[in-house]
C-alpha cells in the first residue's frame, strides 16, 4: 500500500472516528454495559514497533549507489533516482470477537485479529527504467481480554460516559510472517503466547445495545523465526529473526448485544409524593363539620347580632319624639329579627342559632336599657 493511500485511510478513519462521538446523544450518560453476551468488531490505526525497516532501507540504498556507479555518463545518471521507506509503520488492523460479561462491569473477551503493512518503493536505473522494491509485515493475532468498566459514580466527570480498562494476552497463528521483492520468512509460533497489551477505553455511544468505545492502548506481539533476515533483504543479519508486530493502537470498538439484561427501571425523585389530581377520589364526600365548627359558626352569627342590636340601640336613644319610640321599637325588633335570621343562614350551622343565644344572656344585656322608651304613652 503506498505512502498516500495510507494517509487517505487514515483521514476517513479520523472522520468516523469523530462522527461517532457526534453520534453519542450529550444528555444521556451510559452508566453500564447491559449486554451479558456481545459480538464485536474493532478497527483501529497502528503505529508498529518494527525497528527492522533499516534493514531494508539499507538494501535500497545499496541498490542505488550501484545504479549511480554504472552510468556511463551524466545523462544517465540523471536518469537514476529513489525513493525512501517511511521512517514510521503505521497500518490499519481490524480485531473482532466474542464479549462476555461474567458479572456487573467485568467482561472476558476472545477475538482474533490481523495485521497488514505494506512498504514499497519505486527506483530508477541509468536507462530511466522503474524497480519496485518492498516489504509486507503481516500478522494473525489470536488474544484473550480483561476489561474492567468503571462506573460514572466513580468518576470526577458530571457528564462522563463509561470509562473501560483492557488487558490483553497475544498468540500467534499461523500467517504472521515477513515476504519481501527477495524471499519470505515465517515466524514460529509458541503455545505459550506473543506478548500483551492493555488500553483505555471510553462509551462514547450507546443505541439499543450498540455500544460505541473508543479506545487507546499499546501492545507489544514479538515473534521468532528459524530463519534470518539475511533470506528477506540482501546484507540483513544472518541470525534468527525476530521482530514486533505491536505498538501504539487508536481504535474504534463497536459492540452489538446478542444477549442483553433488562435495564432497570429508573424511579423518580417525586415518586414518592403522591399526586393530588391522581390521587384524588372522584366520589369523595366532603368531611361532616364537627361540633366546635358549629359552636365557631354560632358565634361567629351572636357577634353579628348583638352589633346589629347595639347600633340599634343608639339610634332608638337619639329619638327626639317620645310618639315615635313605638315605630322605633318596631323597626329595632325588625332589624333584630333579620339579623338573626342573618346569623342562620350559614351553611354549616343550620340548627345553632337558636340554641345558642340563650347559652350567652351576658351578650343580651345591651338590649334592656331600650324598657324606657318602650313605655305605653298615657291614655286620654
Known amino acids: 500500500m503506498g505512502f498516500r493511500k495510507k494517509i487517505w485511510f487514515c483521514a476517513i478513519w479520523l472522520v468516523l472516528w469523530a462522527g461517532s462521538f457526534s453520534f453519542a446523544a450529550s444528555d444521556d450518560v451510559v452508566e453500564h454495559d447491559n449486554s451479558r453476551i456481545a459480538i464485536f468488531l474493532q478497527p483501529a490505526i497502528s503505529f508498529l514497533s518494527f525497528e527492522e525497516r533499516d534493514y531494508f532501507q539499507d538494501a535500497i540504498d545499496t541498490i542505488y549507489k550501484e545504479f549511480r556507479a554504472t552510468a556511463k555518463n551524466e545523462e544517465e545518471s540523471l536518469y537514476v533516482a529513489k525513493q525512501n521507506f517511511q521512517k514510521v509503520n503505521f497500518c490499519f488492523p481490524i480485531m473482532g470477537g466474542l464479549q462476555f460479561q ?18 514499497s518503493v519505486v527506483l530508477t536505473d541509468r536507462k530511466n527504467k522503474t524497480h519496485n522494491y518492498s516489504y509486507t509485515i ?71 445495545g450498540l455500544n460505541i468505545f473508543g479506545d487507546i492502548g499499546f501492545s507489544t506481539i514479538k515473534v521468532e523465526s528459524k530463519e534470518s533476515f539475511s ?123 337558636a340554641e345558642q343565644k340563650s347559652t350567652e344572656p351576658e351578650k343580651a344585656k345591651p338590649a334592656e336599657k331600650k324598657e324606657p322608651a318602650s313605655k305605653k304613652p298615657p291614655e286620654e
Do not use: C
Open 102 to 119: 461474567v458479572m456487573q462491569d467485568h467482561f472476558v473477551s476472545a477475538g482474533l485479529g490481523f495485521i497488514y503493512d505494506n512498504e
Open 138 to 208: 503481516q500478522g494473525i493475532p489470536l488474544f484473550l481480554e480483561y476489561r474492567l468498566a468503571i462506573p460514572v459514580n466513580l468518576m470526577t466527570l458530571s457528564d462522563g460516559g463509561l470509562f473501560s480498562i483492557a488487558l490483553r494476552w497475544y498468540w500467534t497463528l499461523p500467517g504472521t510472517e515477513i515476504y519481501s521483492s527477495w524471499g519470505k520468512i515465517e515466524a514460529d509460533n509458541s503455545p505459550f503466547g506473543a506478548g500483551f497489551g492493555f488500553s483505555v477505553g471510553y462509551l462514547i455511544a450507546s443505541w439499543k
Open 231 to 353: 533470506k528477506i533483504v540482501p546484507g540483513g543479519p544472518t541470525e534468527k529473526a525476530k521482530w514486533d508486530i505491536g505498538g501504539l493502537q487508536l481504535q474504534i470498538r463497536v459492540s452489538f448485544g446478542v444477549w442483553n439484561k433488562p435495564k432497570p427501571i429508573e424511579k423518580d425523585d417525586d415518586d414518592d409524593i403522591p399526586d393530588s389530581d391522581d390521587k384524588k377520589e372522584p366520589n369523595k364526600k366532603p368531611p361532616m363539620p364537627t361540633k366546635k365548627d358549629k359552636k365557631d359558626s354560632v358565634d361567629v352569627g351572636s357577634a353579628g347580632v348583638n352589633a346589629t342590636v347595639t347600633d340599634t340601640t343608639k339610634s332608638v336613644e337619639k329619638a327626639e319624639a317620645p310618639a315615635d319610640t313605638n315605630a322605633a321599637v318596631q323597626d329595632t325588633s325588625a332589624i333584630t329579627q333579620d339579623s338573626t335570621t342573618a346569623g342562620q343562614t350559614e351553611p354549616a350551622t343550620q340548627q345553632a342559632p
